[in-house]
């Protein structure tokens, strides 16, 4: 079944008859036979690697077909794992779409399996959230020298990557590019960070001409058949931080399209960030929502299916 909660339009997780091999903060997944998952996203949030007890409307919907649209977009650059978004061509039975499919529609890919890469890959090309403070501090960010005087939120000279680990509990942490060619190796390590440079860059460009500022993002690997092909999510609200173009100004903390706007609220409700997370007020849900839906507009030139 799959368990919806406050509307009729989220859902915090499900349980579908199929193998479950994992539960993320966000999304569901289960295999399809040897060589395939299903990648169901719910509309569960978390903030500071902390779930939070209220979903967000529309929410999985959003990530799930934002990521369809980059993994179509960025085909001519890179291999990616996703085999389709639409519930009915993923070849379940009929009943089973039945019953299912409703729910599913929207939310969720069929994909290759592959084996993940312990590395998150970090692209930030604006100096903003940790980096900022680690700016301030030492004058780099996360071991790259930058130029004096910059300011909060001010466009980098060009893209740095700064990759973390992928901790399956607590929290992910900085390491430098000798700390992920230990884990991935080296000749991987420079291909998951060319590949990670071009794809914010792609993707930037595109974003900025309607409209959004890419702040930063993350992007994940893993290997099929001896390749780095690219998986899991790609640009959305969750991975990155959005800004609106209008009205960009360095030396302040900018509006945001993305969950910076549920960071902003328990940054000052004084929540020490330790589980569990407090329930969002009714105008921190529907805000969230409407901004994770006008990115999905703006990026795809059309509403949300």
């Known amino acids: 079944m799959i368990a919806a909660s406050r509307t009729s339009e989220t859902v915090w997780e499900t349980n579908l008859p199929l193998e479950k091999i994992g539960r993320g903060k966000v999304r569901d997944i289960y295999a399809v036979g040897q060589d395939k998952l299903l990648i169901v996203v719910t ?6 690697d902390v779930v939070l007890p209220s979903p967000i409307p529309f929410k999985g919907k959003v990530l799930n077909q934002i990521s369809a649209f980059w993994f179509s977009f ?19 039975p009929s009943d089973f779409l039945k019953q299912y499919g409703p729910s599913l529609d929207g939310r969720a890919m069929l994909v290759r399996r592959t084996k993940p890469l312990l590395v998150e890959c970090v692209v930030r090309g604006y100096l903003t959230g940790s980096g900022w403070k680690d700016y301030l501090k030492t004058g780099s960010v996360c071991g790259h020298a930058l130029p004096q005087g910059l300011k909060q ?27 992920a060619s230990k884990i991935v190796g080296a000749e991987v390590a420079k291909k998951i960070r060319a590949l990670s440079i071009l794809l914010y860059l792609k993707g930037s460009e ?11 993002t993350k992007f994940e690997f893993g290997i099929l058949n001896d390749e780095v092909i690219l998986i899991d999510e790609v640009l959305t609200p969750d991975s990155s931080r959005f800004w609106p173009k209008d ?45 994770y839906r006008d990115v999905y507009r703006r990026l795809a030139g059309k509403e949300l299916s």
């Not at 509309?43 to 500071?48: C, G, I, K, P, V």
């Open 74 to 92: 960025f085909s001519p650059w890179v291999k990616q794992h996703l085999l389709t978004a639409c519930v009915n061509e993923m070849g379940f």
């Open 247 to 291: 009205g960009y100004l360095p030396g302040k903390d900018q509006p945001s399209f993305d969950k910076q706007i549920v960071r902003n609220y328990l940054e000052a409700s004084g929540w020490d960030k330790k589980s569990p997370g407090p329930k969002l007020p009714e105008e921190v849900l529907m805000k969230t929502s409407a901004a």
């Open 153 to 179: 939120c001010q466009k980098l000279p060009e893209p740095i990557f700064t990759p973390s680990t992928k901790a399956m509990e607590g929290h992910d942490e900085n390491i430098d590019f000798e700390g």
């Open 43 to 48: 509309d569960r949030l978390s903030a500071f």
């Open 206 to 216: 595109w974003a900025e001409a309607k409209g959004i500022l890419i702040a930063d």
